[in-house]
């Protein structure tokens, strides 16, 4: 049976987290004051990795989100009124991908600048995003078109690093809890090998506690 895709449906699915995002930050006033004291701040999301740049089956199909969780710590150091500085260092909880003996996870730390408005805070920073992958050692068996190979896996732990820029919005729906939709860059300054992952938190704010 002719599989039939729909071309839309990643559109559709970003619209709609776009719509919940923004619909609070629509309905609030302009009159909305501007919140100027340090915050510090917990964050609670998921990353999707490198979206379209991962292949996910033998038919060439690639990635678009996949269950990430991620967690951060953040702080909210305000040079005027309405622009802070913030600092951020988080990590995504360890995964396995298409190779189940082989562990993947992320720790990076971001040095963000955060414009707020009356509706939305704008994010731009930059960073440094470090991958962490292991396994049991030994070797894997695998197929390789008609025949089979032998492939070794990693024991110990082998670190990637990249340099990313973070582009993103924030909206405060209440004085505790924040909603955050970023992207990170990778090989910005290189276009064949640039590369994006998107994410989404909520945030608990602790406020001025530093």
Request: contains cysteine.
């Amino acid at each position: 049976m002719k599989k039939i895709k729909c071309p839309t449906l990643r559109l559709n699915v970003v619209t709609l987290f776009v719509l919940i995002f923004c619909m609070p930050a629509y309905s609030a006033t302009k009159s909305k004051p501007s919140q100027s004291s340090n915050d510090f701040y917990l964050s609670l999301g998921n990353l999707c990795e490198y979206v379209g740049k991962i292949q996910t089956d033998s038919n060439g199909g690639k990635n678009f989100c996949s269950f990430t969780p991620s967690l951060s710590l953040n702080y909210d150091y305000f040079v005027i009124p309405d622009f802070a500085l913030s600092p951020e260092i988080g990590a995504t909880l360890p995964k396995s991908g298409r190779d189940s003996n082989i562990k993947t996870m992320t720790l990076y730390a971001l040095m963000n600048g955060k414009y707020k408005t009356s509706y939305v805070n704008f994010i731009v920073g930059a960073g440094v995003y470090l991958t962490r992958i292991w396994g049991p050692g030994g070797d894997e068996t695998l197929n390789n078109g008609n025949s089979s190979d032998s492939f070794p896996l990693p024991k110990d732990p082998v670190y990637t690093r990249n340099f990313i820029v973070n582009l993103g919005v924030s909206n405060e729906f209440s004085q505790d809890i924040s909603g955050e939709l970023y992207t990170y860059i990778f090989n910005a300054l290189k276009k064949e090998d640039r590369s994006f992952s998107l994410g989404f938190s909520l945030s608990y704010h602790f406020g001025e506690i530093l």
